[in-house]
């Protein structure tokens, strides 16, 4: 206890001699996990809104033309009823369509009252057992007559995917290079520390003080002014994040059917992987700033 109280009295006092490069060593490190958090938001919403799209891999929705009755309605359902991989065929009337709409549409359902006329039209809905059959099912339906139009997510999703590919490869990259700096920066912070304390580190180890006891305030030093960063990004990343969600979340939600991934949830997986990246890099700066000083 007393080895941490010393360590951390002596932390204090560090940072208090340089607070100018103790706040570089702060920016630094809260915009490199700024641009990350950014990254992250976009890149986890994306992945949601892509793995709703793919639970409807497996249905084909086919829009029929008006004036359709239903005796062209059912021959259309037979002829997909005969192709391998599918499982099933229903039919869902304007009607219907319209409920399901304003269920997702939420509070603001009543405002598709307004439209007078049910401008949706009947579809007829197929089931299959895997994408490639989807697949085959649209290919069949182009140019069937009585069918207006198909809708079907495979494309989206795969450049969903794809562009969620490359935002994470693109975040990886700019973080690889951000954490660099960040930890140079923390380094340099230190060594002024370590240049100021030079003469008291050499008698320390003249009278036999352990690498480990030397290093011990420094590390704790580097771990402060990490963990210190990592607070302040989680908090301005959660304040920025749950201003759109207050602002374009109904909207979005609106708009594609898709909710937006709560503040909440994304604060708390936020403050885990800022707070492991700020002592991380806190750590290692503080361990690259002793290497000459000391035997290792």
């Known amino acids: 206890m007393r080895t941490i109280g010393y360590n951390l ?39 949601l809104f892509s793995e709703m799209l793919k639970s409807e891999y497996d249905e084909v929705e086919f829009f029929l033309e008006d ?10 359902m037979d002829e997909f009823s005969k192709v391998d991989g599918v499982t099933g065929v229903s039919f ?12 997702r549409w939420g509070e603001n359902g009543y405002l598709l009252d307004s439209l007078g006329d049910n401008p949706l039209p009947d579809s007829v809905l197929v089931t299959v057992d895997s994408p490639e059959n989807a697949t ?5 339906a182009t140019g069937m007559e009585g069918i207006e139009d198909i809708k079907y997510y495979k494309e989206t999703v795969e450049k969903l995917t794809a562009v969620t590919d490359s935002m994470q490869i693109g975040a990886l990259v700019v973080m ?21 304390r030079a003469k008291e580190i050499s008698i320390m180890k003249y009278i036999g003080a352990s690498n480990w006891f030397i290093r011990g305030p420094f590390l704790v030093e580097g771990i402060i002014i990490g963990l210190f960063s990592a607070g302040v990004s989680a908090g301005v990343t959660y304040l920025i994040y749950s201003k759109i969600v207050d602002i374009i979340g109904r909207d979005v939600m609106t708009i594609l059917s898709c909710p937006m991934v709560p503040a909440t949830y994304l604060s708390i997986n936020l403050v885990c992987i800022f707070a492991a990246m700020g002592v991380s890099i806190g750590a290692c700066g503080s361990i690259i700033s002793m290497r000459r000083f000391l035997d290792t």
Do not use: Y
């Open 176 to 196: 690889a290079f951000l954490i660099i700096v960040s930890v140079v920066v923390v380094s340099n912070t230190i060594k002024l520390t370590v240049f100021a």
């Open 9 to 47: 009295k002596q932390a204090f006092l560090q940072i208090g001699r340089n607070k100018g490069m103790s706040l570089a060593s702060v920016f630094a490190i809260t915009a490199m996990m700024l641009i990350l958090g950014l990254f992250f938001v976009i890149s986890v919403n994306v992945n």
């Open 136 to 140: 085959k099912i649209t290919e069949l």
């Open 67 to 76: 004036g359709t009755d239903s005796d062209e309605a059912q021959a259309i």
């Open 92 to 103: 869902r009337t304007k009607e219907d369509a319209m409920k399901i709409m304003k269920q």
